[in-house]
């Protein structure tokens, strides 16, 4: 049976098996797939917020970033496979960011996304009978996506706190509100 496997320049190498493929023109940075197309996005897009990505150990991300950046200088180790180099692909753009190339938070990660506003959408479900409750999880669930936006913004283009905090808080009025209620009493 024949496997293929994207090469260099969007070029398919065929390979007899998985362990034979050749991978002196593999480009781990080409898209795995057609990103011109709807589909091609989405796979993409699975693929690097896979929540299971969530539960690899930090050893093993180390491990793929150390594949990825061996493979981006065309040093792989000897008998490496061309499954083994895109799941440390997946683990590296699911857990390392883009711009910085930092280990991101694991509960700032895209991947965390699902899983953890599911198990907030469900808090704020189940405690929506008391005003104190629905603010609390108003406040969790807009922190939550602060966090994660944070974690995944650009890089390259730094924003001071000064200029993310009004944002933040413009979701959050209950620190608002016991800040005022603080200062005001005696």
């Known amino acids: 049976m024949m496997y293929p496997v994207r090469g260099t320049e969007g070029s398919t190498v065929l390979c007899v098996n ?3 493929a ?3 023109g593999f480009n781990i ?3 795995r797939w057609d990103q011109r197309t709807f589909l091609g996005r989405v796979k993409h897009f699975l693929n690097i917020t896979d929540p299971r ?3 690899v150990s930090e050893q093993e991300l180390d491990w793929a970033k150390m594949m990825v950046e061996k493979s981006r200088m065309g040093v792989v180790p000897q008998g ?3 499954e083994q180099l895109l799941y440390a692909k997946k683990l590296y753009d699911s857990a390392f960011h883009p711009d910085t190339g930092e280990k991101m938070n694991v509960i700032g990660r895209m991947s965390f996304q699902l899983p953890g506003g599911m198990i907030i959408t469900g808090f704020m479900l189940q405690f929506y009978r008391t005003m104190p409750a629905v603010i609390f999880w108003q406040w969790v669930n807009q922190s939550f996506n602060a966090l994660v936006n944070y974690t995944n913004r650009n890089a390259a283009s730094p924003i001071s706190v000064r200029k993310r905090r009004p944002w933040w808080a413009a979701g959050c009025p209950l620190p608002l509100w016991l800040r005022l209620t603080v ?3 005696p």
Do not use: C, H, N, Y
């Open 183 to 185: 200062s005001i009493s």
């Open 18 to 20: 998985k362990m034979e």
């Open 22 to 24: 050749d991978l002196t």
């Open 29 to 31: 940075d080409a898209p």
């Open 80 to 82: 490496t496979q061309v």
């Open 53 to 55: 990505t969530v539960f």
